[in-house]
């Protein structure tokens, strides 16, 4: 019977646990800008709709990067994402808003070939002459985000837009997964 208990306490602790860092990784990526000068503003690749259109997640990171790039921190804005599910290129579409938003195409360079976080950074560091890059990324997902990409530039900080409420919880939830999942790899 002491197995039962001790798997009965397990089952009701995992969820509690998964849950708690769900809600952590959403507070910690709640901050603000960093100060100073920065070389490049990456924004993390997000789906983009059937239509070609970006979805919510990938529009709202592309609009934080470009108020960071108005606001002066960096003086370029790396678009990342290869094709998912629906083309276009998630870059391409997020340079196309970022371009309707006032950004000249000489503040804009595309890496449309990654399909990861992890590809991200290595293919972002790859065509950018950046070393220190503010990662523009959902909350939940800023510090993955800031680690991985800490492993190809000489800096990395990272900004996390906020979404919904079910998207961020349910996002939250598969973080933590990810994270594990990083962590196992040795990717962060």
Not at 51 to 62: H, N, Q, V, Y
Not at 118 to 134: G, L
Request: with cysteine.
């Amino acid at each position: 019977m002491a197995w039962r208990d001790t798997l009965g306490r397990l089952l009701a602790v995992v969820p509690l646990g998964w849950g708690l860092s769900a809600v952590g990784l959403d507070v910690l990526g709640d901050r603000p800008p960093p100060d100073g000068q920065w070389d490049a503003i990456v924004v993390a690749g997000c789906r983009v709709r059937p239509d070609g259109t970006p979805s919510e997640a990938l529009k709202r990171r592309t609009e934080l990067a470009v108020s960071l790039w108005q606001a002066g921190v960096a003086p370029q804005i790396i678009l990342t994402g290869g094709v998912g599910t629906h083309p276009p290129a998630e870059a391409t579409v997020a340079a196309q808003h970022a371009a309707s938003l006032g950004v000249p195409a000489a503040a804009l360079v595309v890496e449309d070939r990654s399909v990861s976080t992890e590809q991200n950074a290595a293919y972002a560091a790859a065509i950018s002459q950046a070393s220190r890059v503010v990662v523009v990324t959902d909350r939940y997902h800023v510090l993955r985000a800031e680690r991985v990409f800490a492993r190809h530039f000489d800096a990395a900080t990272g900004v996390g837009s906020k979404s919904p409420g079910p998207i961020r919880i349910r996002g939250a939830l598969r973080e933590v997964a990810a994270l594990g999942w990083y962590a196992v790899r040795g990717r962060l």
